[in-house]
């Protein structure tokens, strides 16, 4: 996973995609870079350093402190990653931009004298990346290490984006969008895909320690972390939790466990007579990126919705089967029980396909929800479950 390479090799990674990728991204480089596949500048030297920090008044946090003494600044690279000024360019956003300043700090409803209310925070923070995106460092909010959190000042989101909570955070955040959009073929992608696999097999065995590295993992793009992350999400909160499908619809096509599993989730969360999201239905039927086997799938599970007032499981073989006794006992009441037969029966459950991370009916089952709690959800999820 990317976040485990060090920053010199981050750096060396993303000259390197870049370069191979120059021709689409649009960047004219030079001989030593395509040759060097480096896009960096000389280091900055510890005299450099010391000059800003004199100027700065202070000392600068540990990563960008490194990344300088590695590059002295770094190019436009991605849509939305402008170029990392040198050190002797570091300045306080308000005096590096002024005319951004006074626009993005012009809110009435914020009170000045705020710590952390809008302009206190844009008017002590340092601008460090300009471009289509801003990167800024907050050294008004510091973490124990000592580092300074990032945010990002952008023209299509309101507010402060993508908050860090220190530069090599923010650097592996911008290099992650890089990766996801800019070069689909890049050997990250391989690297993660190859994560998730092994995160996938420590959730099926009720080890939880892979989910920060699958959230990681879809800041890269990964549809299959994507999916993963909605069901265990479910599982500890499920209010509106499948409508999170609507942008990955696409990766279930044809897959056994989105008639399953994941398009009831979907269908149950827009239709939820309590908190109805019908336009998340809406947006994924006028899709037309959506297959014609998901679209029939998700009209018969709708119509099925409407007609019988909610949605009951049909899991194959003998989960399937113990799953039906346990239905019973919820629907005389008796729910204590029911939940000791619904773990009796999770060791017969078997996964329909590695989109699979466990059985949801407990979220989505017009009966079996009634058993859903959250101590139940995290009881299920560290629960082994078979491959």
């Known amino acids: 996973m990317p976040d485990d390479l060090d920053l010199r090799q ?8 870049a370069v191979a990728h120059r021709d ?63 050190v002797a360019e570091l300045a306080l956003f308000r005096d590096a931009a002024p005319d951004m300043f006074e626009i993005w700090a012009d809110d009435e409803d914020d009170d000045e004298d705020e710590d952390d209310g809008y302009p206190a925070v844009l008017g002590r923070s340092f601008l460090v990346s300009d471009g289509p995106d801003h990167m800024l460092l907050d050294p008004g909010r510091v973490g124990p290490d000592g580092e300074w959190g990032t945010f990002g000042l952008t023209s299509w989101y309101p507010g402060m984006g993508d908050e860090q909570p220190s530069f090599r955070a923010g650097l592996s955040s911008h290099y992650a969008t ?24 420590r959730l099926l065995n009720g080890r939880l320690d892979g989910v920060e590295a699958l959230r990681t993992a879809t800041k890269h793009g990964n549809e299959r972390a994507s999916v993963l992350l909605v069901q265990y999400e479910a599982l500890l909160l ?32 827009a239709l939820d007579p309590h908190d109805a999201m019908g336009w998340a239905l809406d947006r994924a039927l006028d899709s037309p990126d959506l297959a014609q086997s998901t679209r029939t799938t998700l009209l018969r599970l709708v119509d099925e919705h409407r007609r019988d007032g909610g949605l009951r499981a049909r899991y194959p073989g003998e989960f399937g089967e113990q799953l039906s006794y346990v239905r019973t006992l919820v629907e005389s009441d008796w729910m204590f029980e029911a939940w000791q037969a619904f773990n009796l029966a999770l060791p017969s459950w078997r996964p329909a396909s590695t989109l699979h991370l466990a059985p949801l009916a407990l979220v989505w089952d017009v009966d079996l929800r009634r058993l859903f709690t959250p101590e139940h959800g995290r009881e299920l999820l560290r629960a082994p479950r078979s491959l």
Do not use: C, K
């Open 238 to 269: 499920p209010r509106r939790a499948g409508l999170h499908l609507l942008g990955h619809l696409s990766a279930l096509e044809a897959d056994p466990a989105a008639e399953q599993d994941l398009l009831p989730l979907f269908v149950s969360s």
């Open 178 to 201: 890089f990766v996801r959009y800019e070069v689909p073929e890049s050997p990250t992608h391989d690297a993660v895909r190859d994560e998730v696999e092994d995160i996938y097999v």
């Open 10 to 17: 981050l750096l060396q990674r993303w000259s390197a995609e």
């Open 24 to 86: 689409e991204l649009g960047m004219e480089l030079s001989e030593h870079e395509i040759n060097s596949e480096w896009l960096g500048n000389p280091p900055a030297g510890e005299g450099e350093l010391a000059a800003a920090e004199a100027r700065l008044g202070r000392r600068l946090p540990a990563s960008l402190r490194e990344f300088y003494s590695i590059t002295n600044g770094w190019p436009l690279t991605s849509f939305d990653f402008g170029v990392i000024v040198p």
